[in-house]
C-alpha cells in the first residue's frame, strides 16, 4: 500500500514553468513505477509522463516531449515533473500514480490531485 499527495499546481502565464512534487509514503517507493497523468475539463485522464523503480524506462508522451521532465527521488520518496514552457492546454488537474509493475498500463495508486492552470 502506497498513499500519495501531489504539490507544486498554480497558476502561471503561458509559457512559464511550475515543478509538480508527489510525494509518496511507505518504506517501498524504490520499488514502484511511478506515473503523471491529467485531466482536462470535460475530457478523459491522459498520460503525460512515468519513470521506473530505477529511474529508467522514461516515457513521455508526444504533447509534452521537449517540454515536461520526469524525475524521482527514491531518497526522499519523492516523483518530480518539472513544466516548462507551459500553455494554455496544458490546463488540467495532474495526478500522481504507483505502480509494483515495471510497465504498468493501468496504474494500483492514485493522488488526489493539484491544479494546474496555464494563462493565455
Known amino acids: 500500500q502506497v498513499q500519495l499527495v501531489e504539490s507544486g499546481g498554480g497558476l502561471v502565464q503561458a509559457g512559464g514553468s511550475l515543478r509538480l512534487s508527489c510525494a509518496a509514503s511507505?518504506?517501498?517507493?524504490?520499488?514502484?513505477?511511478m506515473g503523471w497523468f491529467r485531466q482536462a475539463p470535460g475530457k478523459e485522464r491522459e498520460f503525460v509522463a512515468s519513470?521506473?523503480?530505477?529511474?529508467?524506462?522514461?516515457i513521455y508522451t508526444d504533447f509534452v516531449k521537449g517540454r515536461f521532465t520526469i524525475s524521482r527521488d527514491n531518497g526522499k520518496n519523492t516523483v518530480y515533473l518539472q513544466m516548462d514552457r507551459l500553455k494554455p492546454e496544458d490546463t488540467a488537474v495532474y495526478y500522481c500514480a504507483a505502480d509494483r509493475r515495471y510497465s504498468p498500463s493501468d496504474y494500483a495508486y492514485w493522488g488526489e490531485g493539484t491544479q494546474v492552470t496555464i494563462s493565455s
Open positions: 519513470v521506473a523503480w530505477n529511474g529508467g524506462n522514461i
Open positions: 511507505g518504506r517501498t517507493f524504490s520499488m514502484y513505477t
